[in-house]
């Protein structure tokens, strides 16, 4: 194959990574728990070349985390190649949508293909993506994921066939690109939160009640732990030094209706990431009921709808 197509779905996590360890390169300080969406792609194409080079959305850029990607996959096979690659989103790029966890998931399923001309391993295909993005880890496995502290590569939990009644509304508070990396954002949490510490000692203990109401479809027992994790995040991104706050007024709008729509009865949970969207959690058949009370109160948003989905596949392509 000389040029090979790989398609992958963002990662979005219930129990959140945010914080590296020391001594590796993006190995989680917390444990994290997601589910792959099926609903929302990145397809990659990428072909030997005369140079590395990247076009992300029709658009060429020198993209310093790509760049540095391909060299680690080079260090790691010993291959001498160097590589063009073509990206598509379809769906808001680095804004908070985890694009980066099914664009490294994607590029690294590619270059497996090109270097080995084979099937991949998925935990050693997990490890070369988590050098790209950390949470990319998680995308190379379909349905819910985990991703243990301190450990390399994801593991698959179950199939997306596990609960397939499940549906996440991605609401697009803001479409432009995030003022503040994950990278970064996780540098100065870790560099100057007081907070920061208590986070990590917290969080294996959501994971744990999180894999537990998992494993018996406790729907809002875990929705439950998933709210204290994204809270818990953003408490201890907001005791760091300068402050890093992602939230807008409208993520805080819909914070406060999911509360009130669980107050009359939905069973919606939500969460949010390095960025100001807010995704909900519900089941199949409320989802149209949760539509409509978005529509009422918060008036016209735009939102993609997601459900749980395959891991990484690539295709050949002429
Ligand atoms: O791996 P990154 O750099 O895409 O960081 C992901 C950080 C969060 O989305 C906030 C949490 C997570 O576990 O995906």
Same mark, same amino acid.
């Given at each position: 194959m000389d040029r090979v %197509?790989?398609?992958?779905?963002p990662s979005l996590a219930l129990i959140k990574y945010w914080g590296k360890a020391e001594g590796g390169i993006n190995l989680p300080a917390v444990p994290s728990l997601a589910l792959t969406l099926g609903g929302l792609s990145t397809v990659t194409t990428a072909r030997l070349a005369d140079r590395d080079g990247m076009v992300l959305d029709g658009v060429e850029r020198t993209d310093t985390k790509v760049l540095a990607f391909l060299d680690h996959i080079r260090t790691r096979t010993g291959s001498t190649a160097r590589f063009w690659i073509e990206s598509v989103n379809d769906f808001p790029t680095a804004a908070g949508l985890a694009s980066s966890a099914s664009g490294f998931a994607a590029l690294a399923a590619a270059?497996?293909?090109?270097?080995?001309?084979?099937? /991949?391993?998925? @935990?050693?295909?997990?490890?070369?993506?988590? !050098? @790209?993005? @950390?949470?990319?880890?998680?995308?190379?496995?379909?349905?819910?994921?985990?991703? %243990?502290?301190?450990?390399?590569?994801?593991? /698959?939990?179950?199939?997306?066939?596990?609960? /397939?009644?499940?549906r996440v509304v991605l609401f697009v508070v803001n479409a432009g690109p995030k003022p503040l990396g994950s990278r970064e954002g996780m540098g100065l949490t870790r560099d100057?939160? /007081?907070?920061?510490?208590?986070? =990590?000692?917290?969080?294996?203990?959501?994971?744990?009640?999180?894999?537990?109401?998992?494993?018996?479809?406790d729907w809002d027992?875990?929705? *439950? =732990?998933?709210? +204290?994790?994204?809270? +818990?995040?953003?408490?201890?991104? !907001?005791? *760091?030094?300068?402050? =890093?706050?992602?939230?807008?007024?409208?993520? =805080?709008?819909?914070?406060?209706?999911?509360? %009130?729509?669980?107050?009359? @009865?939905? %069973?919606?949970?939500?969460?949010?990431? *390095?960025?100001?969207?807010?995704?909900?959690?519900?089941?199949?058949?409320?989802l149209e009921a949760v539509l409509k009370a978005v529509r009422d109160t918060v008036g016209p948003l735009e939102f993609r709808i997601a459900r749980p989905g395959e891991g990484v596949r690539v295709e050949p392509c002429d």
């Open positions: %197509r790989a398609i992958a779905h270059l497996w293909a090109l270097i080995y001309q084979d099937e /991949p391993d998925p @935990g050693e295909l997990s490890e070369w993506a988590r !050098l @790209g993005s @950390g949470s990319a880890c998680r995308s190379i496995f379909g349905g819910w994921t985990a991703w %243990r502290a301190r450990s390399p590569r994801a593991e /698959p939990l179950w199939p997306p066939e596990f609960w /397939p009644e499940v100057s939160s /007081p907070f920061y510490s208590a986070w =990590v000692a917290d969080a294996p203990g959501l994971f744990d009640a999180a894999l537990d109401r998992l494993a018996s479809q027992g875990l929705g *439950a =732990v998933m709210r +204290r994790s994204y809270l +818990r995040m953003f408490a201890t991104m !907001l005791g *760091a030094d300068p402050p =890093v706050v992602y939230w807008l007024p409208a993520s =805080v709008r819909l914070i406060h209706l999911a509360q %009130r729509l669980r107050d009359e @009865g939905l %069973r919606v949970w939500e969460t949010m990431d *390095a960025g100001p969207q807010v995704k909900y959690f519900c089941l199949e058949d409320q």
